[in-house]
């Protein structure tokens, strides 16, 4: 499968007004070797597609091995969503890495395993870092997904609470409570579900 790094440029203009909390990257060649950086830390200890050759000229392209299986916004599998909220523990408390960007469409679900397949705004982690992560994770899923996923999301969340320690929750749902994570936080857009949502974390 090739990724074109070109494309959908816009995407990351609209985070501009974000990066007081996470620093995006914009240009084409700085999302490709930041997701050829972070796929050399985590290729052995995540279920990541190998990626098979690269260029930056004409256009920033990545050639990775194909996922045979459905990106998890397109799945009603309460499974793929909690595995989904697993993994992105794993990733915060025992890797170390934020995701920046992760939306259910970057992880593929092939009936057992749950795959990531964008790691272009990847950091390593932070407390603030990860409270993102998860808000980014819900507001993606309602609003580019369905808002008829307010329980699948639920799913991901609960698992991601039960899959880290108490310390690191704590720390997680202090940086939730930080002013410009509170002013900035996309659910804002949809506001019944961040009033459900906050609530639903603080009960965690």
């Known amino acids: 499968m090739i990724k074109d790094y070109t494309k959908r440029l816009f995407k990351w203009v609209v985070t ?3 990066s007081p909390v996470y620093r995006y990257i914009y240009s084409s060649v700085g999302r490709l070797e930041n997701e050829l950086e972070w796929y050399n830390v985590l290729k052995d200890r995540f279920s990541i597609p190998r990626f098979l050759a690269y260029c930056t000229k004409p256009k920033a392209r990545l050639l990775r091995e194909y996922v045979d299986g459905s990106p998890l ?3 009603e599998a309460p499974k793929a ?3 989904a909220g697993a993994r992105l ?3 915060h408390e025992e890797l170390g890495v934020a995701l920046g960007d992760p939306n259910p469409g970057n992880f593929i679900y092939d009936g ?3 795959w990531l397949v964008d790691l272009e ?4 982690f932070t407390s603030e870092r990860a409270a993102w992560d998860i808000l980014v994770f819900a507001s993606t899923a309602l609003v580019l997904s369905s808002l008829n996923r307010y329980n699948l999301v639920q799913a991901a969340l609960r698992a991601y609470r039960e899959s880290l320690s108490d ?3 704590s720390s997680i749902k202090r940086a939730l409570m930080v002013w410009r994570i509170m002013v900035l936080n996309p659910l804002l857009a949809i506001p019944v579900y961040n009033i459900r949502l906050m609530r639903f974390l603080a009960s965690l």
Do not use: F, G, H, K
């Open 112 to 114: 057992e395993d749950l």
């Open 89 to 91: 523990a794993s990733l």
């Open 16 to 18: 501009i007004p974000y």
């Open 121 to 124: 705004q990847a950091s390593a």
């Open 73 to 75: 916004a397109n799945t």
């Open 81 to 83: 969503w909690s595995l």
């Open 167 to 169: 310390e690191m929750w």
